[in-house]
């Protein structure tokens, strides 16, 4: 091949953090379970020193996810995506403030909140959907940190992320994206020019809802050796079973979101004609405020929806309560499909309606997912 040709997204999954091909060497790394290495002398870069600090699994695994997401560095893996967003608003100093989206993911909320109240952190929730809005937010006073969701948690609202970025550089701002919903299939947010991209590893990523992990992405050495610093003192590292499980997860990455987005778009459109239905998020659908601008600049639309059913909260958990093949569970993007009533947690913004469902597609067949669905809906009367 070329090597001035780019590889697509796809292929990069295959074939990131793999050994060289060499005659008689293994295809897939393997996975290093131990604690200590060999060292003498003074330590330099990121040599293997002591398992808190670096281990060649993880090193695979960080390799491919700073290619996917073409960062000019390897991403850092951590011990779950809360470690991971812990460590980005590690970077907010004491008092400082930050821009975030109203609808996030509900312990992003939380944490800012439990930040506020032992660091002084001011937390700014803005409507990410709403540019200018965000924007002026941004400039109104000093901002450490723009905190940026696309499309948002529950809600779906798709932020404009070159302008938000360029806005919130020329403020002197710098930009973390939590993109674990639209996955570097769908969405690269350094491209964009963002600072530091975050990801629940769980989810997407891994895909088989049987590890939890987090990760971080920059094209920023000494933004890296920041957040690196911060996993090693604070100790929130992966295991090495979960990065080798992650890796492995990440190969078939294009082809479940490939699958479960089709399918989602299929389901979106059933679910909006259906006469048990109030309201449906997904930005497939062209009457969805966030259509124009997913078509624009996300490669997919992604396989989350949002379904509000007619009759409300009652209505809603009946839905959860009446399916067979979707799984009530409390996460998203693994091969399994599976749904959720979001304002069940006391901790979800009240801006949520309460009867809405968030529902994660997986890669089950289309026709059975939505048989299970138009059953439980028709049977709400």
Do not use: C
């Not at 953090?17 to 290093?32: C, D, F, I, N, Q």
């Not at 100093?93 to 609808?103: F, K, S």
């Not at 989350?304 to 007619?310: A, I, N, S």
């Not at 009867?355 to 890669?363: K, N």
């Amino acid at each position: 091949m070329n090597p001035s040709t780019p590889l697509s997204r796809a292929t990069l999954a295959v074939t990131a953090g793999r050994p060289t091909h060499e005659r008689g060497a293994a295809l897939s790394p393997p996975v290093v379970l131990s604690s200590t290495f060999v060292s003498s002398g003074v330590p330099t870069g990121d040599e293997p020193l002591y398992g808190r600090a670096a281990n060649p699994t993880w090193s695979d695994l960080e390799a491919a996810l700073g290619t996917l997401e073409d960062a000019a560095l390897p991403g850092l893996v951590l011990s779950s995506g809360m470690a991971a967003i812990d460590a980005a608003l590690s970077l907010v100093p004491p008092g400082g403030r930050v821009v975030l989206p109203r609808h996030a993911y509900q312990l992003t909320g939380v944490l800012a909140a439990d930040l506020a109240a032992r660091t002084g952190l001011r937390a700014v929730p803005v409507d990410v959907a709403d540019t200018e809005a965000t924007l002026a937010a941004v400039r109104a006073e000093p901002t450490d940190l723009l905190w940026l969701e696309s499309p948002t948690n529950p809600m779906l609202e798709v932020a404009d992320l070159p302008a938000l970025v360029a806005g919130a550089h020329e403020a002197g701002t710098p930009v973390a994206v939590d993109n674990t919903f639209a996955t570097p299939i769908a969405q690269r947010p350094l491209e964009h020019g963002a600072d530091l991209v975050v990801h629940s590893v769980t989810k997407y990523l891994a895909g088989h809802s049987d590890l939890v992990l987090g990760a971080l992405v920059t094209s920023d050495p000494d933004l890296r050796a920041r957040l690196h610093a911060h996993r090693t003192l604070h100790g929130a590292i992966a295991g090495p079973w979960e990065a080798w499980l992650a890796l492995r997860g990440l190969r078939t990455l294009a082809l479940r979101v490939e699958r479960s987005q089709a399918s989602a778009a299929v389901l979106a459109a059933r679910l909006a004609a259906h006469p048990s239905v109030v309201e449906v998020r997904h930005p497939s659908l062209p009457t969805d405020p966030g259509h124009e601008r997913a078509a624009r600049l996300l490669d997919g639309f992604g396989s989350v929806l949002g379904l509000r059913p007619r009759g409300g909260v009652a209505a809603a958990d009946a839905v959860v309560d009446a399916v067979r093949l979707w799984v009530p569970a409390t996460s998203l993007g693994g091969v399994e499909s599976m749904l959720e009533r979001r304002r069940r947690f006391a901790t979800e913004a009240e801006t949520v309606p309460e009867d809405l469902l968030r529902l994660s597609v997986g890669i089950e067949d289309v026709e059975d997912l939505w048989a299970d669905l138009a059953q439980a809906l028709d049977g709400l009367g």
